[in-house]
């Protein structure tokens, strides 16, 4: 029996429980439902529960294993999805007025998939406006880091993270275009993994950038994160944008360790103005502990990296102005302040600028993709500083908008990002004042086996991730 | 060096048909410059460097079944 309340359980360790019939799926749902209805006027996770249906969802899937039909180790458990992901007679929101009554009539592929493996669909999680970032004015409710109520979760998956960290669900869908999964899971304290760019579907996902956009897990150990990537990748042929490679059992090399392994830390990651000390200071420990593990780190450049931010937001911004460009205009005043600013200063870039920056995309890549001829991952913080104060991330106007200063902390997540490669973010210490910081794991294209097993020995040796919010 | 005032912004807005109060105009002044400052600061040659991906190409990888 787990050591652990049962809501911060891992899924594992949940799995377990299920399989053997020491706890059912319903008594599993019903423990999430009734802490959501304790917690979340606080914490402003969710914008949809959905109760009755996951009750429902859960008594069948009981019926099921009742019956000798276990599925595996999403089988009874409660997932929380961004709330740009289709379910079929749900509400998209896409945290966003502009959506207002928007109901799919058919589950987006991720959701089928993780229906098939079992799970069971609790809510659809609060998010920054149409998975933007930076949101000024939420619609359903500003959400809050479980470890400071005052402080902001990150952005754009918000919802998702809090909901993880608080012990709200077993595990959350994000989404990663410029940092939403890694962001949001460095601020919360948890696990969330930015997949290879074409490792997991995007059908039925409200998009931000159709050429960098990714959806992926957020959980309170690397292993989970590993049961739940593999269960919603794979090819899909109603995204053409999703590659064919296998998808591994990511389990069975996840104890694999760390000896041999080759490590590189970009300095333009890891030394630059506006890095804050105390992250800085995580991040070099946490490469010990990796060193002392059997792992060889050196320091490396990547010279694109201090541009990257720049890059991202022009390409990532216009692709953005481009799916709104209707909506705008119709509906200009039903967008939050900051984000309709963010996309009508895309809307002036100029083609020729664009263009520029998809050559220098071009640029990154290569050199990102080089540099893993000689290294098996690349390290670095996932964000620049811990979570800032909600007042500061929000004040009018233009939201926190701090010019130069974005693009020189977007460079962090941006290079993965800008390549399409994938990148894990787990918890990697505190700050003075009691806030998670998150080391950053930069993998080679469906590399995520390598990022897992790394995650998880660092995981192992440490136990930050075992640490949870007092609520 | 690229540096646009909110006065430009409100120019190009208002011949587009679109009207900004003071504040967003600033604001997306100072996003755009911001933006484009990053982009000027890269190499002239980028073309050479960076050639146009192919459009065609072999699925080497792994499948499904």
Wanted: aromatic residues 6%; contains cysteine; negative net charge.
């Amino acid at each position: 029996m787990t050591e652990v309340p049962l809501h911060y359980a891992t899924i594992a360790e949940q799995a377990s429980l299920v399989r053997s019939k020491a706890i059912s799926p319903v008594e599993l749902t019903r423990a999430y439902l009734d802490r959501i209805d304790h917690l979340d006027s606080r914490l402003e996770a969710f914008i949809t529960v959905l109760s009755d249906r996951a009750i429902e969802e859960a008594t069948e899937v009981e019926r099921a294993i009742a019956s000798g039909a276990y599925m595996g180790p999403l089988h009874g458990i409660p997932i929380t999805l961004k709330d740009i992901i289709h379910v079929k007679g749900v509400p998209t929101t896409a945290g966003s007025r502009v959506l207002d009554g928007s109901v799919p009539d058919e589950h987006s592929t991720i959701v089928r998939r993780l229906s098939d493996a079992g799970a069971i669909i609790l809510g659809k999680a609060n998010l920054s406006e149409f998975a933007m970032g930076g949101t000024v004015d939420h619609p359903f409710g500003t959400p809050r880091n479980p470890w400071d109520l005052d402080r902001t979760p990150g952005s754009s998956s918000s919802g998702s993270g809090v909901a993880v960290a608080a012990g709200l669900c077993s595990a959350a869908i994000g989404s990663d275009t410029g940092g939403s999964i890694r962001g949001p899971a460095s601020f919360c304290g948890i696990t969330g993994i930015r997949p290879t760019y074409g490792r997991v579907t995007r059908q039925g996902v409200v998009p931000m950038c159709w050429s960098m956009d990714t959806v992926g897990p957020m959980t309170r150990t690397v292993e989970d994160c590993a049961i739940v990537l593999r269960a919603i990748a794979g090819h899909d042929s109603a995204d053409p944008s999703t590659g064919r490679a296998q998808v591994p059992d990511y389990r069975e090399s996840i104890e694999d360790g760390v000896r041999g392994l080759r490590i590189g830390v970009p300095r333009e990651l890891t030394d630059f103005e506006g890095l804050n000390w105390e992250v800085g200071d995580a991040v070099t420990k946490a490469i010990g502990v990796l060193d002392e593990l059997g792992a060889t780190s050196s320091e490396v450049s990547i010279s694109t990296a201090p541009s990257s931010g720049g890059v991202l937001v022009t390409v990532a911004d216009t692709d953005a102005a481009a799916f709104h460009s209707r909506w705008l205009r119709s509906r200009g005043d039903d967008y939050d302040w900051n984000t309709r600013t963010r996309l009508e200063a895309a809307s002036l870039i100029p083609a020729t600028a664009y263009i520029k920056a998809q050559q220098a995309r071009t640029l990154v890549q290569r050199e990102m993709l080089a540099l893993f001829d000689r290294f098996d991952v690349l390290i670095a913080p996932s964000s620049n500083a811990p979570a800032q104060s909600i007042e500061s991330a929000t004040g009018r106007p233009g939201g926190n908008y701090q010019g130069l200063r974005d693009m020189a902390r977007r460079r962090l997540t941006s290079p993965a990002s800008l390549a399409g490669l994938p990148a894990l973010s787990v918890p990697c210490g505190f700050s003075k004042s009691g806030l998670p910081i998150g080391l950053q794991i930069i993998g080679k294209p469906y590399g995520e086996d390598t990022l897992f097993r790394t995650g998880h020995a660092y995981e192992s040796a440490t136990g930050w991730h075992a640490m949870h919010p007092a609520l | 060096m690229v540096d646009l005032s909110k006065e430009q912004i409100l120019e190009l807005t208002n011949a587009a048909g679109l009207s900004y109060d003071d504040i967003r105009a600033e604001i997306i002044a100072a996003r755009l410059t911001t933006v484009l400052q990053v982009l000027d600061e890269l190499p002239d040659d980028l073309e050479a460097a960076a050639e146009p991906l192919p459009i065609f190409t072999l699925d080497s990888e792994d499948r499904d079944d």
